[in-house]
């Protein structure tokens, strides 16, 4: 099927919209690790999360920015895969100073206020994203939005 690069990021958006949760994937002297977080995006796919810093992932961060993010928490009935999958690049915001990018996380999650004492805001900026839907796309389809 084809699709126009504006319908495909409509498609990414929507799906964004109706999940919470994604991966994270982060490595560190070729040692992977995967960590399950709640996100917020903004319309130009940029992904936002927050985490106490010292743990695993934030500590990769600090010497290997890159990352691999995939939302897949929303299985339709029909058992058909569908979901988002992206590699970019992630760095930590300065909450007093990335007021917007703040504001998007806690407009999306109302609890956020409770975590910010301990926990920083990281934006991860795709460089690569994929929408999967084999409904769309049929078995194993997926389509890159360019960037």
């Not at 319908?7 to 929507?14: D, F, M, Q, S, V």
């Not at 002297?29 to 903004?42: E, G, S």
């Not at 695993?56 to 988002?84: A, E, F, I």
Request: proline residues 5%; aromatic residues 10%.
């Amino acid at each position: 099927m084809l699709v126009s690069p504006e319908r495909l990021k409509e498609y990414i958006l929507e799906y964004l919209e109706n999940n919470r949760l994604m991966t994270l994937a982060t490595s560190e002297k070729d040692i992977p690790w995967a960590a399950t977080v709640f996100f917020a995006y903004d319309p130009d796919l940029n992904i936002y999360f927050i985490s106490r810093s010292g743990t695993r992932k934030t500590k990769h961060l600090q010497v290997n920015p890159n990352v691999s993010v995939v939302v897949n928490h929303h299985q339709p009935k029909s058992g058909l895969v569908k979901g988002v999958q992206l590699e970019g690049t992630a760095q930590m915001l300065d909450k007093n100073k990335d007021v917007k990018e703040l504001e998007i996380f806690k407009k999306r999650h109302d609890w956020a206020d409770e975590y910010l004492h301990d926990h920083e805001l990281y934006k991860i900026i795709p460089k690569r994203i994929y929408y999967l839907d084999d409904e769309l796309f049929g078995p194993g389809g997926r389509k890159e939005l360019e960037l």
